[in-house]
């Protein structure tokens, strides 16, 4: 059932984007003895791994080595990234895990914009280089509508119009700029609060195709948990197995597939609406 795996090698970023929900944990990053630990654990059960929760992954002290790791394990990464570091791994496209890029261009809305010209300039290099090896897709990614008014992030755009011809893939608001370059515009959508509505019913993904570690080990059901609020268990403690065998999470699974919201932060969560049918 679980397609992808979300692991946050690190808590920690450089921006502070205003669409972007500020964790109150810790700020660490994970070790890679214990990266390595969670990550074979994962790929027992899908090779899909996302590199990604909160945090910037190219900000882990020992990202290369995180990387080479999930080479040896045969992982196919995700990486997602808002891209302020990639000037900084040119070898980046070398790793033989690597099956996609997300950089959200979102973030140009919390950087100066006397920086946004060199800073779209470093993520295009990366993206022609990858179209040019025809071996990981890149997905620029605008993911906010109202943020695209902002002044740095529409000049992005603007550039990517004048340069690219946007081209309409099967994939919705999803465009190929070149070859297994895309540009992808998403629906908004809330982190989940105390503030918003309590509902029991409902149907979601989380939990049934995908699962996060956060950078502490702890496992929780979706990449919107970023708080750690549904925390199913640990990896410094036990094993994902167990955790997944647990009554915490069958009871939550089997919540979801019965349109039942056992969780709270759940019952709050207004993303997944968008399963409602």
């Not at 899908?46 to 909160?54: A, G, M």
């Not at 199913?232 to 069958?250: F, H, P, T």
Request: proline share 4%.
């Amino acid at each position: 059932m679980i397609k992808r795996i979300y692991i946050e090698i690190t808590n920690i970023c450089d921006l502070h984007c205003p669409f972007c929900e500020k964790n109150h944990r810790t700020p660490e990053s994970m070790e890679p003895a214990f990266f390595h630990t969670v990550l074979r654990q994962a790929m027992q059960i899908t090779p899909h791994i996302y590199l990604h929760v909160q945090g910037e992954p190219l900000l882990h002290p020992q990202f290369d080595e995180i990387l080479s790791i999930c080479d040896q394990e045969h992982a196919q990464v995700h990486l997602v990234t808002n891209g302020s570091f990639l000037s900084q791994y040119p070898d980046l496209l070398s790793h033989s895990c690597l099956s996609g890029i997300a950089v959200s261009l979102q973030s140009a809305s919390a950087r100066l914009a006397e920086a946004i010209p060199d800073y779209y300039a470093s993520i295009l290099s990366m993206a022609r280089r990858a179209s040019e090896l025809g071996t990981v897709n890149v997905d620029l990614r605008f993911w906010r509508s109202e943020g695209i008014t902002d002044p740095n992030t529409s000049w992005c755009l603007e550039q990517l119009h004048e340069e690219f011809s946007f081209e309409e893939t099967s994939r919705k608001n999803s465009y190929a700029i070149m070859r297994r370059v895309y540009v992808s515009f998403a629906n908004d959508f809330t982190w989940p609060s105390a503030g918003d509505a309590d509902d029991t019913q409902g149907t979601c993904l989380g939990a049934r195709t995908q699962l996060a570690v956060l950078c502490d080990g702890t496992v929780v059901p979706c990449c919107l948990d970023a708080e750690g609020q549904i925390p199913l268990g640990s990896l410094k403690k036990e094993s994902l197995g167990d955790i997944l065998n647990a009554q915490r999470y069958q009871s939550m699974v089997q919540g979801v597939e019965q349109h039942r919201l056992v969780e709270s932060l759940c019952r709050r969560c207004t993303y997944r609406t968008r399963f409602d049918h």
